[in-house]
Each structure stands twice: as C-alpha cells, then as structure tokens.
C-alpha cells in the first residue's frame, strides 16, 4: 500500500547459486534474507490493492491512460538508476552471466517501453467509433481488477514484469510475488514502484508460496493469476478459486520443445542452433530444446560435431569471460539431473561428451545422452537443466508422434533444406504447438510475436500487443446512430 514496511517477524536467508569458500568450505554465500510474511501481512495487501482498485473506480483505473504511462515511465527512470546492482544480484542469486543478466534487464527496460507505445495504439483504436445497424459504438478496454502476479527462477525480472507491467498499465492493481530465486533483485526497485505509482496499485508479497498464496486464492478476490512456471502449481492454484468463472487465468507453463533434425538439414546451422536452443542459461528456459530428434543417416554425424560444440562451453562463474554454463540455483537440481541420467544410462543411453554430467557442488557439466528412448525418463520429463537427449529416428512420424502424445504444446524446430519436406512438417506441427521454428532454435522473442502454447503449456498469450489485451476486457459505451452522432 505505498509503503515501505519494517519487519521484525521470521525470515528466509537467501543463498547464491555460485559457491564461495568460507573458512575452507565451499559454501554458498548468504546474500541476505527476506521476510516471511504470513497470510496476515497477504490479506492485508490485498485489501491495499482492492481498495486502490475501488471496484474500477480508485485513482488508478480511473487516471487517463496519458497518466498512467507517465508513471510507467518514471518507473523506468528510476529503475536504469538501479541496473548495475539489479545485474549483479541477477549473477548472484540465479548464475546468469554477465552477457545474459546484462540482456534481462536492457530487454526488460525496451519490453516496457515497446508496451507504453503499444498501449497508445491500442488507446487510439479505443477512442474510435464504430456502426452498424442503426447503432454507434465506442469499444473500450477497460481493466479486471485485482491481478496475481507469480514468475519463475529463470527471468526473475523479465518473466514477471512481462505480466505486472502489462496488468499494470491497463488500470489494473497488482499483488506482486517474489519469485523463490531472484528475489534479492527486486529490493531496489521496491523504492521506484513506491515513488512512480499510486498507493495500493503495486503491492508485494515476500515469503513462502504455499502458506500465503493458498488462503488468498481460497478468498475469491483475485481476478486475475497471471502465472508463470509449472502446469501442476497452476492447475492447483486455480482450483483453489471458489469461482473459476471469475477468475481470468494469463499462464506460461511446462514444455519439452523438439528439435527434428532431418536427413536433409545443414548439420552445421542444425548444431549450433541446437546448441544455443538446448543450453544457454544452462537449458533453464521454458523455451528450450529439451529432445533433439535426429534421422538415422544423419545421426552418428550430428552427434559428434553436437558433441564437440558442448565440449566447448566453458563452464565457470557468472562474470568470467566467455562462460557459458554457470551454477544452478536450484539446490536439489543437480541431483535430480544425476538421476535423469543414471535411468537413461541403465536403459542403453551413453553420455557422448567426456565429463559430461560431472558435477562439483552446484556446477554441472552439460551432458549429450545417446541414444535416447521412449522408455526413458530423459524422453517425458522437463530436465530444465544441461542434459541434452538425442533420439534417432527413422520415420518423421516418430517426432509427429511424439508431439501428439504429449501433454505440452509450446514450440518445435524443424531442420531441413528441403522445401518440400519443411511444407509437409509446418501443417500438422502448427495445430499442435504455438510456434514451428524453421532451420532456428526455439525462442519467445521478438517479444513483440505473440507467446503462448497449446495443452499444458498456456492459457492466454503474452507479448507487447497481446498481454495488454490479456489484462483488460472490452466494454462498449453504444447508442442509436441519430443525424447529430452519424459519422
Ligand atoms: O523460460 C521461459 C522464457 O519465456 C524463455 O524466454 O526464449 O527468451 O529465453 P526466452
């Protein structure tokens, strides 16, 4: 509610994802802590943000759009002041290296500007006047009401603000939940919301998920969970609303995105797309390669040179040069990585590239696990880290198949030269996914492309044109055409 609260109760301590050594032990370093609130502190946030809501009638939603981009930029203004610290602790909590934490923040600045001028269209297109059949209308877009903003480790800025920053500049009130990782970050910037917007239009929530986020749902009050992370959290999440009919769900989830490298892809673009596709930021992306099928002719070829790029990462800290493969946040993910590919070796898969899988605390080496079976764990989960399955295929109904059998439907790349063959992959992939890629990797970006997936993987889109839609509703202000109104 505007202010800048002093906490005295129980807190969480916040560790780097980087090890450090401390009195002769690798450690990872406590960076700071964050306060636990408890449902009391939640409500009482929600309550800020109702009553700045004020049923649409709070200063907020009804400040002109004119107004409320005038904020949005001072936010910004007041958020470049704290970019070298804001990428810092990017490095910090989550491992980001430099050039990536550098790219999240400068792509998050130009994401908010690039939403400002698209809110000024959409604004100009709401100020029209449309007619037909005797009657004349004005279509507004108006906002919902009170949003739940949650996003993951991976773009603890980025993923989160493509949702607040959107909900926000429609009119709407936020409660904003610190993510797990990457929660230190946003303390600067808690001065800039404070300072850019209205009391109770930017409310945030610190603490554990599963003890304040529950009662609020269970409250009916939210209007909108804007969700990015796992389907299983999300569907939970939903089902706790008393009223599923007035809630509006804006989700990014669960996704293992293919690659279908055919006999005819030029294996040198097929290899270093797949690479970036599979590991930058450690294959920590909801939009990576996370299966890369390969035709048979053409696999033991891939697999080597596949191979020889991976061994070619250099694996350090965050803000040495060059690296490419960082630490990993999530303290239990190494071990859950190891079990991945113990299940994958048992059942005939080799790890190709020496080192592979090595793992030294919360480093591990990326691993190229061949060949890979249905049968396999590497084939269904989400590994959300650096092991990257190849399957050999014969038949292109084995990746088609694969698609149709999967409860996720976000992207897919495609790799061949041959444009016949790419026309008879496009049709049936577009209506199982939200995005075929052709001789490139998957990605969101340009961010001003519509983002979102088929199944589990979303519900709504999110982009610079799409999410302003997404946070709002369209209300029409209409009356008879009459001689003095006729256009
Ligand atoms: O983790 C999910 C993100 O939406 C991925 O974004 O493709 O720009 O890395 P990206």
């Not at 500049?169 to 610190?178: P, V």
């Not at 509006?248 to 892809?265: F, M, P, Q, Y």
């Not at 999110?462 to 008879?480: C, G, H, M, Q, Y």
Request: glycine share 6%; with cysteine.
């Amino acid at each position: 509610n505007g202010q800048l609260v002093t906490w005295s109760g129980e807190v969480t301590d916040i560790y780097s994802s980087v090890h450090v050594l401390e009195n002769g032990q690798t450690v990872r370093k406590r960076l700071g802590s964050i306060p636990n609130i408890t449902s009391k502190e939640a409500f009482e946030a929600l309550d800020a943000a109702e009553k700045a809501y004020n049923n649409g009638l709070g200063e907020w939603p009804q400040m002109s759009v004119e107004g409320r981009i005038k904020c949005m930029q001072k936010f910004v203004f007041l958020m470049l002041e704290q970019r070298d610290l804001v990428i810092r602790l990017l490095m910090w909590e989550i491992g980001k290296t430099l050039a990536d934490a550098t790219k999240e923040f400068d792509r998050t600045v130009d994401y908010i500007n690039d939403t400002i001028d698209a809110l000024k269209d959409l604004d100009r297109e709401s100020s029209r006047f449309q007619q037909a059949e005797g009657t004349i209308a004005q279509v507004r877009r108006v906002p919902l009401g009170v949003v739940l903003s949650m996003g993951p480790f991976n773009y603890p800025l980025n993923e989160i603000f493509t949702t607040l920053i959107p909900a926000l500049l429609m009119g709407n009130t936020i409660l904003f939940k610190m993510p797990k990782h990457g929660v230190l970050l946003h303390y600067p910037l808690l001065k800039a919301f404070q300072e850019a917007f209205p009391a109770g239009a930017v409310n945030t929530l610190y603490g554990k998920g599963a003890e304040i986020i529950a009662p609020l749902m269970e409250s009916g009050r939210i209007n909108v969970l804007a969700f990015i992370g796992s389907s299983k959290v999300a569907n939970g999440l939903k089902k706790l609303h008393p009223n599923i009919n007035r809630l509006r769900a804006i989700l990014s989830l669960d996704a293992k995105n293919a690659a279908i490298v055919t006999n005819n892809a030029n294996l040198d673009v097929a290899v270093s797309e797949c690479l970036a596709g599979s590991l930058s930021f450690n294959g920590q992306r909801c939009t990576a390669l996370k299966l890369i099928f390969v035709q048979k002719e053409i696999a033991p070829a891939f697999v080597e040179k596949f191979s020889a790029a991976v061994s070619n990462l250099k694996a350090g800290l965050p803000w040495e040069k060059d690296v490419k493969i960082t630490p990993l946040p999530e303290p239990n993910k190494p071990a859950y990585l190891q079990g991945c590919l113990q299940d994958a070796q048992a059942k005939g898969a080799n790890v190709i590239n020496p080192n592979g899988g090595y793992t030294n605390e919360s480093l591990v080496i990326p691993a190229v696990v061949y060949p890979v079976k249905e049968s396999m764990r590497l084939y269904h989960e989400e590994q959300f880290g650096p092991l990257v399955p190849i399957v050999p295929f014969d038949s292109l109904e084995e990746p088609l198949k694969y698609q149709i059998e999967a409860s996720h439907g976000m992207q897919v790349s495609i790799f061949s030269e041959n444009a016949e063959e790419v026309a008879s992959l496009i049709d049936p992939f577009v209506n199982l996914v939200s995005r075929v890629n052709i001789n490139c990797q998957a990605q969101r970006g340009p961010d001003v492309f519509p983002f979102t997936g088929r199944k589990d993987s979303a519900e709504g889109t999110l982009s610079v044109f799409d999410a302003l839609r997404s946070f709002s509703i369209r209300a029409l202000v209409a009356t008879k055409v009459t001689e003095s109104n006729k256009q």
